[in-house]
Nanobody
Framework: VQLVESGGGLVQPGGSLRLSCAAS????????MSWYRQSPGKERELVAS????????NYADSVKGRFTISRDNAKSTVYLQMSSLKPEDTAVYYC?????????????WGQGTQVTVSS
């Protein structure tokens, strides 16, 4: 399994960014995909998730109405469109896929992409 995030960077408050996560090594269209983020000194938190066919999404309260998760199963890629960015959105953003096995839940993460919101 490989997850490769891209699209992070420095943006001013109120600006927008689109993150991408290219997946390989598993049948992408079969699994829920998620974005998490982690700021220094804080635990990693779920930002958004999307079901396998893209029919249902879920967002953290802190990003509802500002972020949109989507996916392209033909490209094995999941996106996170971020708008009206705030300084508190500054974090490393990680792509995630996980599934249950007989030995427990296997979780896979990308390397992360840094998003910094600052003037």
């Amino acid at each position: 399994v490989q997850l490769v995030e891209s699209g992070g960077g420095l943006v001013q408050p109120g600006g927008s960014l689109r993150l991408s996560c290219a997946a390989s090594g598993f049948t992408f269209s079969n699994y829920v995909m998620s974005w998490y983020r982690q700021s220094p000194g804080k635990e990693r938190e779920l930002v958004a998730s999307i079901t396998s066919a893209g029919g249902s999404t879920n967002y953290a309260d802190s990003v509802k109405g500002r972020f949109t998760i989507s996916r392209d199963n033909a490209k094995s890629t999941v996106y996170l469109q971020m708008s009206s960015l705030k300084p508190e959105d500054t974090a490393v953003y990680y792509c995630n896929v996980q599934w249950d096995t007989a030995w427990g839940t296997r979780r896979y993460w990308g390397q992360g992409t840094q998003v910094t919101v600052s003037s």
